[in-house]
């Protein structure tokens, strides 16, 4: 009877470097945006590094980047789906790396979410502030939580790319496989002598044959 395979222990340490960036990116997400709602009108523009930087305080019903204005409700949604998710999947990270990359995917998702369960004009329907702008680079203006969004899902991709899995091991590509396997035919071959051959060159099986002819090369009989 076939054994039950015993479950992989959840890694505390990675839990927690994974709390640790959700809360890091939320407080920095919710702190910038407090000072600016309460320092910076709306639509008055306060350049930073001139035009490479500014600041402008905008409500956004959208999603990230202000788009898709008119579907507050379904990105409010989606923000908790993802929260969810990355929730119930912390159990299976080993890995540092995914550890905090979920991380602050989960602190700039609860970032935005936030503003729009407790912001106006009503919960689940709140405007999430925004308020860098970066004309340079994109026409739309963003805040904290969705440029973590950004970093984090850039080194998703890299990890993916690279093969590292939740579990801190690293993916071995097709091509790798095959030339390991090779590696470990050749490497056998190289171990076993051929039949009937001994390393130092003798023919194995005349050694060990008895002689049958006595010391005149026929039957002593």
Request: hydrophobic share 55%; net charge positive; glycine share 8%.
């Amino acid at each position: 009877m076939d054994r039950p395979v015993p479950r992989a222990k959840v890694s505390a340490r990675a839990i927690a470097a994974l709390a640790f960036a959700a809360v890091v990116v939320v407080t920095l997400d919710q702190v910038t945006k407090a000072l600016v709602v309460a320092k910076l009108p709306e639509g008055v523009v306060v350049p930073v590094l001139g035009s490479a930087l500014q600041f402008l305080s905008v409500r956004n019903p959208g999603a990230a980047f202000s788009f898709a204005v008119n579907m507050t409700w379904v990105f409010s949604l989606i923000s908790a789906a993802v929260v969810v998710a990355i929730i119930v999947y912390a159990r299976r990270i080993r890995s540092m790396w995914w550890a905090i990359v979920l991380g602050m995917l989960l602190g700039g998702a609860l970032g935005n979410l936030t503003d729009r369960l407790f912001r106006e004009p009503g919960f689940g329907r709140g405007h999430v502030v925004d308020f860098i702008s970066t004309p340079w680079m994109m026409p739309a203006i963003y805040n904290v939580a969705d440029s973590f969004i950004c970093v984090s899902m850039v080194v998703f991709v890299l990890l993916v790319i690279l093969g590292v899995n939740l579990d801190g091991t690293r993916a071995v590509s097709e091509k790798r496989q095959r030339a390991m396997a090779e590696a470990e035919s050749q490497a056998s071959d190289a171990a076993v002598p051929a039949s009937g051959t001994a390393t130092d060159g003798t023919d194995t099986n005349r050694a060990s044959r008895p002689a049958a002819d006595g010391p005149l090369g026929h039957d002593a009989t």
